[in-house]
């Protein structure tokens, strides 16, 4: 895979985040794939997804890669050689299938921690709202401080975005990892995420459940 880059000479830090930003991309689509031949995957849980793709992509990643309102374009906030590897057209589907992976882990979290207990799917629970909001936030710290932060820019060069509603006029640092900036507004979009994935995710499995409700008793009759 290394080879496939060998043009756009990274330097080792770049072949990294390269790599995992690709792997993050794919993996929701080969475990999709899967789940989906074997037909091991339900309805709610496929349009959870699908709509996480969706929220995420128009919610932020389309603007922040062409800095849409404000911002500067991704290419200009990194290296040419990250661009190579990550064309531009190519950065915000990556991203948001990123995003993907990241709400499947979120669900299934969620779903792990109430195993032997009632679904948190057919209703709102606030100890699932705070494992899905947990996760998010964490995953977003380690993505800003280790993942993006050859490519996030100074203060106001990251474009407004429906998800980034205070865009970089209101962005105080909020804390520092390593000397890198955790900022409010990389954090903002999923700490919005958080409760419309989970209110997603409830109204597609309340409806899948009622479906199935519905189909049983047809069947009796």
Request: with cysteine.
């Amino acid at each position: 895979m290394l080879d496939v880059f060998k043009d756009c000479e990274l330097i080792g830090i770049e072949y990294w985040l390269v790599i995992r930003l690709y792997i993050a991309a794919f993996i929701p689509v080969i475990l999709s794939s899967y789940y989906l031949i074997r037909k091991k995957v339900s309805l709610s849980v496929a349009l959870t997804l699908i709509s996480a793709f969706l929220i995420a992509a128009f919610g932020w990643e389309l603007w922040l890669t062409y800095g849409l309102a404000g911002g500067l374009p991704v290419d200009q906030r990194r290296s040419a050689m990250l661009t190579c590897a990550i064309p531009v057209n190519l950065n915000w589907f990556l991203n948001s299938l990123g995003d993907v992976l990241v709400v499947w882990i979120g669900l299934f979290l969620v779903k792990f921690f109430y195993r032997n207990k009632k679904s948190p799917f057919l209703k709102w629970k606030w100890g699932a709202f705070v494992i899905f909001l947990m996760w998010f936030i964490i995953q977003n710290i380690y993505v800003e401080a280790f993942f993006y932060n050859l490519q996030l820019g100074s203060n106001g060069d990251l474009s407004w975005a429906p998800l980034h509603p205070l865009g970089s006029w209101i962005n105080p640092t909020i804390f520092k990892i390593a000397d890198r900036s955790i900022t409010l507004q990389s954090q903002t979009s999923w700490i919005l995420m958080t409760p419309i994935i989970y209110l997603i995710s409830i109204y597609f499995n309340t409806k899948e459940r009622h479906a199935k409700v519905s189909l049983r008793s047809s069947t009796k009759d």
